[in-house]
C-alpha cells in the first residue's frame, strides 16, 4: 500500500476543494438503497482494515468497532501519519462521545466540513453516519490530493483511468459504477502498469464475475491491494456503488502512482522535443488565444456577478437554462482553450529551457498566472452565480407554493367568513319567542366552536404573510393588504361573536320573564274572560216575567251582580298591568314581540272592549228591569182591576143561573103568569150588560199589555162570556118553552092540571135536579104518564101528542151552566 503521509498537509486548489465540499455531503439517498449499504460496509471495512493492520489491529463490524472511538482515533493516525491527542479509555458514553468528537475535529482540522455527522450518531451505531464519515476519511487521505494533467480528485481519478484503460477494446470507463460492471477495467488497469500478471486478450466482456474475481485475486495477492468488493454484488445490482468503486480504484492508482510519474516525466521529454521546432509559432498562437480567452472572461464575467432578482421562477429558469447553456454549450470550448494555452505555455517554455533559449514571456496581464487568476474569478463569479440561481429558485419556488398556500388559505377563509358579519349584526332575536332564541343559542355555540376551529387557519395565514414578507416576496404589499383585511376582519368577527352571544342570553332572560308573565296572564285571563261573557250573556239575556215578584227577584240578582263589579275592574286592571309589565321589558330592551300569547288567545284589547261592552249593557239592563218593573205594577193594577169586576160579574151570573134554575123547576101560577115572570126576569138581567161591558174594557187592556195569568180572580173573560151567554140563552129557552107550552095547552086543549101532573112527574124523575132527565129516567117518566114504551106504542097522555116520537113534554125544561166547575150542562 501507498503511504498517504506526505500528502495529507498539502493544501487543496479551490477546484479540489469544491469537490470535496460537494462530495463531503454525501448522498443519504444512495445509503437508503440496502445493495450500495452493502457494498460499502464491505469495502469501507476493507479499506480501513488494510491500513489498521498496520496498527496491529483490525475491525469486524464497521459502526460497532468505532462506537468509542479508539479504533477511529487510530486509523486516523496511520493514514495521516501524525498524533492525535490521548484518547480517554473509560467505558462511559461520555467518554466514548469525547474520542469521537477527537477525531472529528481532526478531520475538521484538514479542512472537510463534516455535514450532519455528529458524535452522537457515531456512539449509538448509527450506520448511515459511520459509513458517512469513513468515506469522508477516503474522500481526505485517499483521493482529494490525486491530481492528473490539472484535475484532480474524483476528476483526476476518473481521467486518470481513462488514459490508462484507452488502448483495450471493450473498456470506455466514463465513471465510476456501470463502466466497471464487466470486470475488464479492473484487469485493463493491472494489465498497463503488470501485463505480465494477467492475459487480457483472454478474458471475455460476457464472464463479468470471472473478471471481477481474478483482477481481485491478483491485486490481492501481487499489488497487497486487498478485496474491497463482491464480485456477485457488483454483477446483481444495477448500478454498482460509486462510492465503493472509487475507494477501490484509489488503491490502484496509489500502488501505480510511482510509474506514472515517471511515464509522465518521459512523456513531457517527448513533447518538449517535438515541440522545438514549433516556438515561434506557438508564441504567436498563444499571445492570440490568451488574448481572447481574457476578453471572453471579462467579458463573461460581469454577466455571472448579475444578481438582479426576478419576480417569478420561470423567469428565473429562462436564466438558470442560459446558464446552462453557458455551462454545456459555451464554457467548454473555453476550458479546452485554456487548457490548450497552459499546455502550450508549460510546453513552450520547456522547449526554450531546452534549447537553451530565454524563457518565454507573453504579454503584460497575459501570463499563465493572470489567466488563471481570471479563471479563477470566473469559476467563483460561477460558483456564485450557480449559486444563486439555485438558492433563487428555492427561493421563489418556497415563495411561490407559500403564495399560493396563502391565497388558498385566505380564499378559504374568505369564503366562510362571507356572510358571517351579517350573521352576528342582524338582530333576528328581537322579533323571536323565546324557544326560538333558545335555539338561536345553540346555533350561537355551534357557531362559536366553528370559529374557534377557523382560529389555527388565521395564524397560519399570518405566518405565511410574514415568511413572505422575510423572504422579500415582490407581491408582499398586496399579500400584506389581504392579510392584514382578514386579521381586522377576524377581530371584528370575534368581538361581533361575543356582542351576539350576550345579546342572546340577554334576551333569553328576558324572554323567559315575558314567558312568565305570558303564563301568569294566560291563568288570569281565561277565567276572567270567561265571567265577562257570562256576564254579558246574563246581562243581555231576554226575561219574561208574569208578576211583580219574579221581576223583584232579577233586580235582586241584578243589583248582586253589580256589587261584585268593583272586584272585577281591580282583576281586570291587575291583568292588563300583567300585559303592561310585558310592553314595558320589551321596550327598555328593544325586543320586537312577534306574536300574541302563545299560552292564549284573548287580548288585553279583547278584554278591554268586552268590559266596556259589559259596563254599557249594566244601565241598559238597569233600566230594562226598572221599565219591566214599572210595567208589572201596571199590570197588576189592572189584575186587580179586572178581577174585582170578574169576581162580581161571576157571582152575578151565578146566582141568576140558580134562579132560573129553580124557577124552571118551582114554576107556580099559570103559564101566562110564569110567562110574565119570565120575560120580567129577563129584562132585569138586561139591565145588567153594562157591567159585562165593562168588563170587557178591562178585559182589552189586560190582552193589550199580555197579560195571560191573574192571581186575584178564579174567572177568565171566556169563562164570564160563556156564562152570560148561558144566563141569556137559558131564559130566552124557558121563555120559549112557556110560550110552547101554551100554544100545545091551547091547540090540544090539554089543562092546567095535566101540566102540573108532567111537570110533577118531570121534577120526580129529576132526581138530582139537574133540570133535566138521563134516558132510563125519561123512560121511567113516560110510563108513570101511561107510556107503553116496551111495545113502542106512542100513547100519549090525556089531552097530549107527540113530537119525533117523544112527547114534547119530554124535552128538557131548562139548561144552565155551574160556575163552580166551569161545564156547561143540560
Same mark, same amino acid.
Given at each position: ?41 464491505k ?12 496498527a ?15 479504533k ?6 496511520v ?6 491527542t ?63 494533467e490539472?484535475?484532480? /480528485? ?5 481521467l486518470?483511468?481513462q488514459? =490508462?484503460? /484507452? ?15 464487466d ?8 494489465h498497463?502498469h ?5 492475459d ?9 464475475v470471472?473478471?471481477l ?12 491491494i ?25 488503491s ?5 502512482s510511482?510509474?506514472q ?8 521529454i ?36 448579475n444578481?438582479?432578482?426576478?419576480k ?7 436564466k ?11 464554457k ?11 499546455i502550450?505555455?508549460?510546453?513552450? !517554455? ?18 499563465v ?16 452565480y450557480?449559486?444563486?440561481?439555485l438558492s ?18 385566505? /380564499? ?5 367568513t ?11 332575536y328581537?322579533t ?9 343559542l ?12 377557523? !382560529? ?13 414578507n ?131 288567545t ?21 233600566? /230594562?228591569?226598572?221599565e ?10 189592572l189584575?186587580?182591576?179586572f ?11 151565578k146566582?141568576?143561573?140558580?134562579e132560573?134554575?129553580?124557577i ?13 115572570n ?12 153594562p157591567e ?13 199589555a ?8 178564579k ?6 162570556r160563556v ?37 110533577a112527574?118531570?121534577?120526580?124523575f129529576? =132526581?138530582?135536579h ?22 113502542? =106504542? ?16 119530554? !124535552? ?15
Amino acid at each position: 500500500m501507498v503511504d498517504y503521509h506526505a500528502s495529507n498537509n498539502q493544501s487543496s486548489t479551490s477546484g479540489v476543494q469544491t469537490y470535496m465540499e460537494q462530495e463531503n455531503d454525501w448522498d443519504r439517498d444512495l445509503l437508503l438503497d440496502p445493495a450500495w449499504e452493502k457494498q460499502q460496509r464491505k469495502t469501507f471495512t476493507a479499506w480501513c482494515n488494510s491500513h489498521l493492520r498496520k496498527a496491529g489491529t483490525q475491525i469486524e463490524n464497521i459502526e460497532e468497532d468505532f462506537r468509542d472511538g479508539l479504533k477511529l482515533m487510530l486509523l486516523l493516525e496511520v493514514i495521516s501519519g501524525e498524533r492525535l491527542t490521548k484518547p480517554e479509555r473509560g467505558k462511559m458514553r461520555v467518554h466514548k462521545i469525547n474520542n469521537v468528537n477527537k477525531a472529528l475535529g481532526f478531520i475538521a482540522s484538514k479542512g472537510v466540513k463534516l455535514v450532519s455527522i455528529g458524535a452522537e450518531e457515531i456512539v449509538d451505531g448509527n450506520a448511515k453516519m459511520t459509513l458517512g464519515m469513513i468515506w469522508t476519511i477516503i474522500l481526505r487521505f485517499a483521493i482529494q490530493d490525486i491530481s492528473v494533467e490539472e484535475t484532480s /480528485a474524483k476528476e483526476g481519478l476518473l481521467l486518470w483511468c481513462q488514459r =490508462k484503460t /484507452a488502448p483495450y477494446k471493450n473498456v470506455n470507463v466514463q465513471n465510476f459504477h456501470i463502466s466497471w460492471k464487466d470486470g475488464l477495467a479492473f484487469n485493463a488497469l493491472i494489465h498497463r502498469h503488470r501485463p505480465d500478471l494477467i492475459d487480457y486478450d483472454s478474458l471475455r466482456k460476457d464472464d463479468p464475475v470471472t473478471n471481477l474475481n481474478n483482477a481481485f485475486e491478483v491485486a490481492e495477492k501481487h499489488l497487497d491491494i486487498p478485496k474491497m468488493l463482491d464480485a456477485d454484488d457488483i454483477v446483481n445490482t444495477a448500478r454498482p456503488d460509486e462510492k465503493a468503486i472509487m475507494t477501490y480504484v484509489s488503491s490502484f492508482y496509489h500502488a501505480f502512482s510511482g510509474a506514472q510519474k515517471a511515464e509522465t516525466a518521459a512523456n513531457r521529454i517527448c513533447k518538449v522535443l517535438a515541440v522545438n521546432q514549433e516556438n515561434e509559432q506557438m508564441m504567436e498562437d498563444y499571445e492570440k488565444l490568451a488574448s481572447d480567452l481574457l476578453e471572453w472572461i471579462n467579458r463573461t464575467i460581469p454577466w455571472l456577478e448579475n444578481r438582479t432578482p426576478e419576480k417569478t421562477v420561470k423567469d428565473l429558469q429562462a436564466k438558470q437554462e442560459d446558464f446552462r447553456d453557458y455551462r454545456c454549450v459555451h464554457k467548454p470550448p473555453k476550458v479546452q482553450e485554456k487548457c490548450q494555452l497552459e499546455i502550450s505555455f508549460n510546453t513552450l !517554455q520547456t522547449k526554450l529551457r531546452l534549447s537553451n533559449r530565454p524563457a518565454f514571456m507573453p504579454s503584460e496581464g497575459r501570463m499563465v498566472s493572470d489567466i488563471n487568476g481570471a479563471w479563477h474569478t470566473l469559476e467563483g463569479a460561477e460558483k456564485g452565480y450557480e449559486e444563486w440561481i439555485l438558492s433563487e429558485i428555492r427561493r421563489l419556488e418556497r415563495l411561490e407554493h407559500l403564495a399560493e398556500k396563502f391565497h388558498q388559505k385566505a /380564499a378559504i377563509h374568505e369564503s366562510w367568513t362571507d356572510g358571517k358579519e351579517a350573521m352576528l349584526t342582524q338582530k333576528d332575536y328581537e322579533t323571536s319567542t323565546l324557544a326560538e332564541v333558545k335555539a338561536l343559542l345553540k346555533k350561537h355555540e355551534a357557531f362559536e366552536s366553528d370559529l374557534a376551529a377557523h !382560529q389555527d387557519r388565521v395564524e397560519q395565514i399570518a405566518a405565511i404573510a410574514q415568511e413572505l414578507n422575510q423572504l422579500d416576496y415582490y407581491d408582499a404589499p398586496s399579500v400584506n393588504a389581504r392579510c392584514q383585511k382578514i386579521c381586522e376582519q377576524w377581530d371584528i368577527l370575534g368581538a361581533l361573536t361575543q356582542k351576539r352571544k350576550e345579546s342572546l342570553e340577554r334576551t333569553e332572560k328576558q324572554l323567559e320573564s315575558i314567558d312568565e308573565l305570558y303564563l301568569e296572564y294566560a291563568k288570569r285571563a281565561a277565567p276572567f274572560n270567561n265571567w265577562m261573557e257570562g256576564a254579558m250573556e246574563d246581562l243581555q239575556d231576554m226575561f219574561i216575567v208574569h208578576n211583580i215578584v219574579e221581576i223583584q227577584d232579577l233586580i235582586t240578582a241584578h243589583e248582586q251582580f253589580k256589587s261584585t263589579l268593583s272586584e272585577a275592574n281591580m282583576e281586570r286592571e291587575a291583568i292588563q298591568s300583567i300585559q303592561a309589565q310585558v310592553q314595558k321589558i320589551a321596550q327598555s330592551n328593544g325586543i320586537k314581540l312577534s306574536g300574541a300569547n302563545p299560552y292564549t288567545t284573548i287580548t288585553p284589547e279583547s278584554i278591554d272592549s268586552k268590559w266596556e261592552r259589559a259596563m254599557a249593557m249594566v244601565p241598559q239592563r238597569d233600566n /230594562a228591569l226598572q221599565e219591566e218593573l214599572n210595567k208589572q205594577k201596571s199590570n197588576d193594577t189592572l189584575r186587580a182591576t179586572f178581577a174585582t169586576q170578574a169576581n162580581a160579574v161571576g157571582a152575578y151570573i151565578k146566582d141568576k143561573m140558580e134562579e132560573i134554575g129553580r124557577i124552571s123547576i118551582e114554576m107556580n101560577g099559570t103559564l101566562e103568569d110564569q110567562l110574565t115572570n119570565l120575560k120580567d126576569y129577563q129584562t132585569t138581567i138586561m139591565s145588567f150588560m153594562p157591567e159585562i161591558n165593562k168588563l170587557e174594557g178591562y178585559h182589552q187592556l189586560i190582552q193589550e199589555a199580555l197579560i195571560f195569568d191573574n192571581q186575584y180572580t178564579k174567572y177568565t173573560m171566556e169563562h164570564l162570556r160563556v156564562g152570560w151567554e148561558q144566563l141569556l140563552t137559558t131564559i130566552a129557552r124557558t121563555i120559549n118553552e112557556v110560550e110552547n107550552q101554551i100554544l100545545t095547552r091551547d091547540a090540544k086543549g090539554i089543562s092546567q092540571e095535566q101540566l102540573y101532573e108532567y111537570r110533577a112527574s118531570f121534577n120526580h124523575f129529576d =132526581k138530582d135536579h139537574t133540570g133535566s132527565l138521563m134516558a132510563e129516567e125519561f123512560k121511567a117518566c113516560l110510563i108513570s104518564l101511561g107510556y107503553d114504551v116496551e111495545n113502542n =106504542k106512542q100513547v100519549g097522555a090525556p089531552g097530549g101528542e107527540t113530537r119525533g116520537g117523544e112527547p114534547m113534554l119530554a !124535552q128538557p125544561l131548562s139548561r144552565r151552566t155551574d160556575f163552580s166547575t166551569g161545564q156547561s150542562l143540560y
